[in-house]
């Protein structure tokens, strides 16, 4: 049984339990995906299944001979998995794979914010602001250890490109999912901006 859905953030609200608690909660727009490929070990050297989700606008000739028979995909992502017997392409995957209450994997791509200095991206506190020091409040202070090694060391915490990267939240609580409407609600948040594309996986923890 395949375990994974692609999805699309929709956006966050809340959801009032019923003892009262207002809950923060993300709303994902989890259409159903179908099997576009299947990936065995003996071909690929592992198990796993490509699936495509949204209605792509225009497509190449490779891809859709790729797609052929499956669907016109504009995205396409893949879920390893430990056995794929019984699994076939063009078989569909909607959110009823997932139930209230079931604790899943939520990965995505966080918000890029740019070029940002050591105290915005690692949280350095910066330098003093007193004693006659007033143009290093924010620098990053001595990156260097000398003679020895003599070189700034691989992984220093510097300034740099802030986000756009893969991130993954982990052991999310589900508190809907609705097949009629192809509509996931998961309690907090999860990585990315609206409309951004996301996977949900059962979680392995």
Not at 11 to 18: A, H, P
Not at 56 to 85: N, Q, V, W, Y
Not at 94 to 119: C, E, L, N, R
Not at 142 to 152: E, F, L, M, R, S
């Amino acid at each position: 049984m395949i375990d994974g859905i692609i999805g699309r953030k929709l956006g966050m609200t809340q959801l009032f339990r019923e003892d009262g608690v207002a809950e923060a909660v993300t709303v994902i727009d989890a259409s159903p995906c179908a099997v576009v490929q299947i990936k065995t070990t003996a071909k690929e050297g592992y198990n796993a299944v490509q699936l495509g989700y949204g209605k792509a606008k225009k497509l190449t000739s490779p891809a859709k001979g790729h797609l052929k028979g499956t669907g016109e995909f504009d995205c396409l992502r893949e879920f390893r998995m430990d056995d794929i017997e019984g699994i076939n392409v063009g078989d569909k995957v909607d959110v009823s794979i997932f139930q209230p209450g079931d604790i899943v994997d939520v990965t995505g791509i966080s918000k890029g914010k740019g070029f940002a200095g050591v105290m915005k991206r690692h949280g350095f506190h910066g330098g003093p602001k007193t004693h006659g020091q007033s143009d290093r409040w924010r620098a990053p202070g001595a990156i260097g250890a000398g003679t020895t090694p003599g070189k700034v060391r691989k992984g220093m915490r510097m300034a740099g490109r802030m986000g756009n990267q893969r991130v993954t939240a982990r052991n999310l609580v589900v508190v809907k999912a609705d097949a009629e409407r192809n509509i996931l609600v998961v309690r907090g948040a999860v990585p990315g901006a609206n409309n951004g594309i996301i996977l949900i996986g059962k979680s392995g923890k």
